[in-house]
């Protein structure tokens, strides 16, 4: 059985999102988590079911406190790149929330400090011109299943 320690940083509505679907993943492989999540602040209480997968709790303002399987960056994306920077040196992976950056003018030195480093970043394409045209031309009522897939490199 496989443990894996996990960081978040950051817990909005979508980081809430992750953190459930990661437990319940690795519970249906058999594995185990420990959660840590670091947060801009301490004011806000954390819902029931978001303690209950949370094992430690940090300010961002701290220093990591130990190495993680994977980090996932769910905070303001003006933060991204300086939370994988970071975090880079304590974990294997990121899962980053879209976008990476807030902002086309950042230094190449600064970039490839994340070289060599699996980082997924999610992309959610509702937005996206074909998914829109099927949403208005396509009488969903009738379809029976779909499958589709998205990469970029």
Known sequence: MKHYHIAFVGMGSIGK???KNVCQLIASQGGTCSIDLYRSSMACELSED???LVANQYLCSQDVQCEYDMVFITNPTSLHLETAVKFRPFTKAFFIEKPVFDT???EESTITLLDGIHSY???PLRYNPVLQYVKQHVDLAKVISVRAMSSSY
């Open 17 to 19: 999102r992750h953190l």
């Open 104 to 106: 086309s003018d950042v």
């Open 121 to 123: 970043v999610a992309c």
């Open 50 to 52: 978001v303690k209950e």
